[in-house]
Every structure is written in structure tokens, then in C-alpha cells.
């Protein structure tokens, strides 16, 4: 018999400000501070220009992978590796900041909607001051599975026999965008070995067999250790599946870098103060 995940933690994220003054809905990272190897998870999303129209100008990144992934909008990117990129609605930047990034995410539309998702991963010890990398994912580069009752955007791992654009990656990361109709069902084989979430951000669902308290609107739902996940639709839903291996190290945050000394933090704020951040 398979063991079965459940909710074991459903959390409403927290309203912040970030950046220059961008709303988000910040979950991982506050409450619950740290589910290994997920650092970070932000939902921005605004009608409203004046929630994210100053975005994010430059700041410096060291010790994590941010992974951003627009539903709506326009953003643009330029980084001290000297790229500039324009993420647009389906597009996926995967960042691995290694030793240090300075970066800007700036809008790029001066009205309507603004969504998307920033999850930061966190970097084993050994990875942290590896050369920085990143890896821009054009929507149309992104399998889809999809069939009547459901489509699965499979940005990393695998669903049914649509493999995701990232592989080879250390903590064997899984991240689905699920869209399923009213009464239907998405089920998936986890590894149990890995920290899973789901994040709905539309409608309202139930996770796994046992009665909880309603999942509507954004919704963080931390899943129990289990291989069978099974999320059925109550009304129209859409929601990230998200899941990794654990680094079990040691962490020490320091704003936007997150190493496992102290020391090391106090480093990177000496390299970013000297000029000596990029490597
Ligand atoms: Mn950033």
C-alpha cells in the first residue's frame, strides 16, 4: 500500500512589500520560514500599476536559485553577467545565483495585469560560490500534458511522459502548473524522500483523502511526507505542484544572500560593499 500525502500545514500567505515598493503575498520565507530546500515564496499579482510599477532595481543575489515564472505581464531582466531579457506571460527565468548576481526586474508594461510566482531554492554549501548561471524558458519551450479534465505545464520532472526542461539539477526539483476542471481529480506519485507543496492561486480544491478546512483563493498547503497525492477540484482551480530534495545544511540568511556561516555573510556584504561581489 502507498503511503498517502495530505495537508499538513495550510497557511494564508502574508501581504509585504518588496523591491521599491511591490506588493506580494509572501508565504515560505515567513510562515513557515524555511521548508528545506525552499527558501522563498512570493505571488505577485496587481491590477493596480501602483503596486508594482517600481519593481526591483538593482540588488545582489549570492547562495540560491530564483526561479520566477510570469503568469501575466511583462518584466524585464538585465544581470551583471550582462544579459538583458524580456520575461513574458508563460515564461520561466531559472536563475542559479551561485557566488553573486546583481540584477533589475523591472515591469515593463505601464498598465494591467501583473502575476506571476518567485521561488527561491536554496544552493548546497558546495554549489554556493559556483559560477552563476541562468536560464531563460520561453513558454513555448514548456511541455504541456493535457486532456480534458486537466492541463499540466511541466516547467521541472516529469508527468505522465512530458519530461520538464530542467534536468540534471541536485535537489531533483518538480514544478507543475495544474489548471483542472470542477470535479475532477490530478493525482501524482511523489518521492517521499522530498518536501512537497501545493500553492493554489485559483478557485478552490481538497487535498488528499482526510476532511480539512475549505482551500480557496491563494493558499499555501504543505504536504505530509506520502507518495499518493490525489487534489480534486471543488470549483474550476489552478495551482503550482512544487516539490525537492532536502539539502539538510546548515542556513544563515542575510537578506538576498543565504550561506551556511556567518562569516560567509559577513563576506558577501564585503564583497558587495569593496566591489568585488562578481566574481
Ligand atoms: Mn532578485
Known amino acids: 500500500m502507498k503511503s498517502i500525502a495530505e495537508a499538513s500545514q495550510i497557511i494564508k500567505p502574508v501581504s509585504v512589500t518588496d523591491g521599491a515598493g511591490v506588493k506580494i503575498k509572501r508565504s515560505i520565507g515567513l510562515n513557515p520560514d524555511y521548508f528545506d530546500p525552499f527558501l522563498m515564496l512570493d505571488e505577485f499579482g496587481s491590477e493596480n500599476k501602483d503596486d508594482y510599477i517600481?519593481?526591483?532595481p538593482p540588488h545582489p543575489h549570492r547562495g540560491i536559485e530564483t526561479v520566477t515564472y510570469m503568469l501575466a505581464g511583462d518584466f524585464e531582466h538585465k544581470d551583471s553577467l550582462g544579459s538583458t531579457g524580456r520575461m513574458c506571460a508563460g515564461?520561466?527565468?531559472?536563475?542559479?545565483?551561485g557566488s553573486g548576481v546583481i540584477h533589475s526586474e523591472m515591469p515593463l508594461m505601464k498598465e494591467g495585469k501583473l502575476h506571476g510566482f518567485q521561488l527561491w531554492i536554496n544552493m548546497h554549501s558546495y554549489l554556493k560560490m559556483a559560477k552563476p548561471e541562468y536560464l531563460h524558458l520561453d513558454s513555448k519551450e514548456i511541455n504541456h500534458?493535457?486532456?480534458?479534465?486537466?492541463?499540466?505545464?511541466v516547467i521541472a520532472g516529469r508527468f505522465e511522459d512530458i519530461n520538464g526542461a530542467i534536468s540534471n539539477h541536485n535537489v531533483e526539483p518538480v514544478y507543475f502548473d495544474i489548471s483542472l476542471t470542477k470535479g475532477n481529480k490530478f493525482c501524482f506519485l511523489l518521492s517521499p524522500e522530498k518536501n512537497s507543496f501545493v500553492y493554489l492561486y485559483e478557485g478552490e480544491i481538497k487535498v488528499g483523502h482526510k476532511d480539512n478546512e475549505r482551500l480557496k483563493g491563494s493558499t499555501l498547503i504543505i504536504l505530509s511526507k506520502g507518495e499518493t497525492l490525489q487534489v480534486e477540484a471543488v470549483e474550476n482551480a489552478k495551482f503550482l505542484l512544487i516539490s525537492g530534495?532536502?539539502?539538510?545544511?546548515?542556513?544563515?540568511?542575510?537578506?538576498p544572500f543565504v550561506m551556511?556561516?556567518?562569516?560567509?555573510?559577513?563576506?558577501?556584504?564585503?564583497?558587495y560593499q569593496n566591489g568585488t561581489f562578481i566574481k
Open 54 to 56: 517600481a519593481g526591483f
Open 260 to 271: 551556511n556561516t556567518r562569516e560567509e555573510i559577513l563576506e558577501a556584504i564585503q564583497d
Open 91 to 97: 515564461d520561466v527565468q531559472w536563475m542559479k545565483t
Open 145 to 153: 500534458y493535457a486532456d480534458p479534465e486537466k492541463s499540466v505545464k
Open 245 to 255: 530534495r532536502p539539502i539538510n545544511e546548515e542556513i544563515v540568511r542575510g537578506g
